[in-house]
């Protein structure tokens, strides 16, 4: 099995290479997916799938395989939207769309689930059960993201999912390496909004107004303990606030500011109780400096849980694609926010991190995510391929209905 995937894989490498510089030089930002779904459904037409679904959740497309005999059903999923980052890279397919980039990998992660949807339907007779391909909008428009309105429209139903997996190409790893480890693989992601009111007065007479700016800074050093004072010591968060705006002269005390962070964590109950947390201190500290607060808390993504008998399996599947030095250890789990989450709260999932550091290029010189001059080594793509194709086939053959969420 393993030796006929390697070998379609080779069939349809240089199409996969021709997916990718397509997307990449035509990158798309969430919620305008439009030429990029339809690009994806005029390839996947060209394929004997038995349905394939345009416009769910937005633009997502979901195309459905069935196999030759009976079998559980296992999802793969890819996202397809881009940054609003002007490209520098200089490479001959850059993108053509002024101000827009695919800076997050997920043309590379649309082209390897294509090139792996070419692989899978060649092996239709081998398949016993289904397979649902999932090709994502809005990945990247937090807190929302595109998942949860794939979910609503039915993507992990008819046939139901008995399990999701997918993969993000990942730069501080080598190329021929694959990350998958059971628990968190990445952090829930909330957006936190706040506006701290005071009375405005002359600088030369702060007493008679409340210093909206001295409160807000007390407000952003109130929040730091909630990390080291409400937390568990063996668990982790962070709060940053990333933007204070206030103030419109240099001799005038305003009477508002506005602050704009983001709150991370691993561990679901400190997910539901950080916002409590975080409005207690915004709240008291602000009364305490005679300023009033206003809170516009929006939970986002949740943590990405991956099963631990699917990264079992998983695990088993990278050795044979990569061998023994493809297995990477458990690795540090990155802050990193993925809507690939939602689909992990429905179903028992495993989502991989895919090194895509070309051999010879140093961990810190390999240009990070949402970088102007990320692109991820097209030498990983065939490896993603033959993981998501020998994982999909390996899955089917193993006893999913009794898997607990």
């Known amino acids: 099995m393993n030796q006929l995937v390697r070998e379609l894989e080779k069939k349809y490498r240089e199409s996969c290479m021709t997916f990718y510089r397509h997307l990449h030089a035509h990158p798309e930002l969430s919620y305008h997916e439009e030429k990029t779904a339809a690009f994806v459904y005029d390839i996947l037409k060209s394929l004997p799938l038995d349905e394939i679904r345009p416009n769910v959740g937005g633009h997502g497309v979901v195309a459905l395989l069935k196999g030759d005999r009976p079998g559980p059903c296992v999802a793969l999923r890819a996202d397809m939207d881009a940054l609003s980052i002007q490209e520098n890279t200089g490479c001959p397919f850059a993108s053509q769309i002024p101000g827009v980039m695919h800076a997050c990998g997920h043309d590379a992660h649309t082209a390897i689930l294509l090139g792996t949807v070419h692989v899978l339907c060649e092996m239709k007779?081998?398949?016993?059960?289904s397979l649902k391909f999932i090709f994502q909008p809005?990945?990247?428009?937090?807190?929302?993201?595109?998942?949860?309105?794939?979910?609503?429209?039915?993507?992990?139903e008819n046939p139901d999912v008995d399990a999701i997996i997918g993969l993000h190409v990942w730069p501080t790893l080598a190329t021929g390496t694959i990350g998958l480890q059971a628990g968190a693989v990445s952090a829930s992601s909330d957006h936190l909004r706040a506006t701290i009111h005071g009375v405005a007065s002359h600088g030369s007479?702060?007493?008679?107004?409340?210093?909206?700016?001295v409160a807000a800074s007390a407000v952003v050093m109130a929040l730091q303990p909630i990390i080291s004072r409400n937390l568990c010591?063996?668990?982790t968060a962070v709060i940053t606030i990333g933007t204070i705006k206030g103030g419109d002269r240099y001799n005038i005390v305003p009477d508002r500011v506005d602050l704009d962070g983001t709150v991370r964590s691993f561990d679901e109950t400190d997910h539901k109780k950080l916002p409590q947390w975080i409005e207690r201190a915004i709240f008291n500290t602000a009364a305490a400096y005679g300023c009033t607060?206003?809170?516009?808390?929006?939970?986002?993504?949740?943590?990405?849980?991956n099963h631990e008998r699917l990264v079992s399996i998983g695990r088993e599947v990278i050795r044979d694609v990569l061998g023994e030095s493809g297995v990477l250890p458990y690795l540090p789990v990155p802050p990193t926010g993925e809507d690939f989450s939602f689909y992990t709260l429905k179903v028992p999932a495993a989502f991989a991190w895919l090194g895509c550091r070309p051999d010879g290029v140093a961990p810190e010189d390999m240009p990070a995510l949402h970088n102007d001059r990320f692109?991820?080594?097209?030498?990983?793509?065939p490896y993603g391929i033959q993981y998501l194709a020998s994982m999909a086939l390996k899955l089917l053959d193993s006893d999913l209905k009794g898997l607990k969420k």
């Not at 007779?125 to 059960?129: E, F, H, P, R, S």
């Not at 595109?146 to 993507?155: C, E, K, L, S, Y």
């Not at 007479?205 to 700016?213: E, K, Q, T, V």
Request: charged residues 20%; glycine residues 12%.
């Open 125 to 129: 007779k081998q398949i016993a059960g």
């Open 293 to 305: 607060a206003e809170i516009d808390y929006q939970t986002g993504f949740p943590a990405t849980m």
């Open 205 to 213: 007479m702060p007493d008679l107004g409340a210093d909206a700016i």
């Open 375 to 381: 692109l991820p080594d097209p030498a990983c793509f």
């Open 233 to 235: 010591p063996r668990n």
């Open 138 to 156: 809005s990945e990247e428009m937090t807190p929302t993201g595109g998942a949860p309105g794939m979910i609503r429209d039915g993507v992990l």
